[in-house]
């Protein structure tokens, strides 16, 4: 059964380190998501891509946090400077074309941890 | 504002026993509702979904689900709780005008004991 990758599972970094977070969608899904899951908290998103193409990040920290898709593909998302409030699980999901009854499969996640 | 909430924050029940873990929503357009489970320091898995149709909606791993509009509700239910269904569960809203986003209520510890 294909599933969504992300690398890595774990990274601890220092205040004001630079972070990157790269996920591998399941092969064929247009869209692409990246959900911020703070400690006891649901999931909640950070940017959608279709293809490319960014189609929502309006909740994504601009002046800190970036992501792309360049072919479409697979995503990297990162963080530069890191702060103590974004400690938490980076949750990548994937879907066929994006539409309003389209399941996301979600993958493993990366639990961030800034010291 | 468009909201999915959980009731509970933890649910406990006897294996063997059925369990109930509630969801209500408040949303306007069509309620496009999952129902995902979360395992420790894991990504989510999807279980089941309501677009339309049938009110019972039936999952994997022997989860079910009933969509109640009057009662703005989306309960997920199985009739034998395993001591393996111990995980954090999510409930979500896709509207018609997202885009594609999920919005998730805050998470439901279903722990069953054995």
């Known amino acids: 059964e294909a599933e969504v990758a992300q690398s890595p599972r774990y990274k601890i970094t220092e205040k004001s380190q630079a972070v990157a977070f790269w996920c591998d969608p399941i092969s064929g899904h247009a869209t692409l998501y990246w959900y911020r899951q703070i400690l006891g908290q649901g999931p909640e998103l950070l940017v959608q891509f279709q293809d490319e193409s960014v189609v929502d990040d309006s909740q994504l920290p601009k002046d800190r946090f970036s992501a792309e898709r360049l072919k479409g593909v697979d995503s990297t998302l990162k963080i530069q400077p890191a702060e103590l409030g974004d400690s938490a699980m980076y949750l990548c999901a994937s879907s066929i074309k994006g539409g309003p009854t389209d399941t996301q499969y979600f993958g493993p996640g990366t639990r961030l941890t800034v010291l | 504002a468009q909201s999915v909430a959980q009731p509970e924050d933890q649910v406990n029940v006897a294996e063997g026993n059925p369990l109930t873990v509630k969801c209500t929503y408040s949303v306007s357009g069509n309620p496009y509702l999952f129902w995902y489970v979360q395992y420790p320091n894991r990504g989510l898995q999807f279980l089941l979904k309501y677009i339309t149709g049938d009110n019972l909606v039936k999952g994997s791993y022997g989860f079910e689900a009933e969509f109640n509009k009057s009662q703005t509700s989306f309960h997920l239910k199985k009739p034998s709780a395993l001591v393996s269904d111990s995980a954090l569960y999510f409930c979500?809203?896709?509207?018609?005008?997202?885009?594609?986003?999920?919005?998730f209520g805050q998470g439901t510890e279903l722990s069953v004991k054995p």
């Open positions: 979500a809203w896709q509207g018609d005008n997202q885009g594609g986003k999920l919005i």
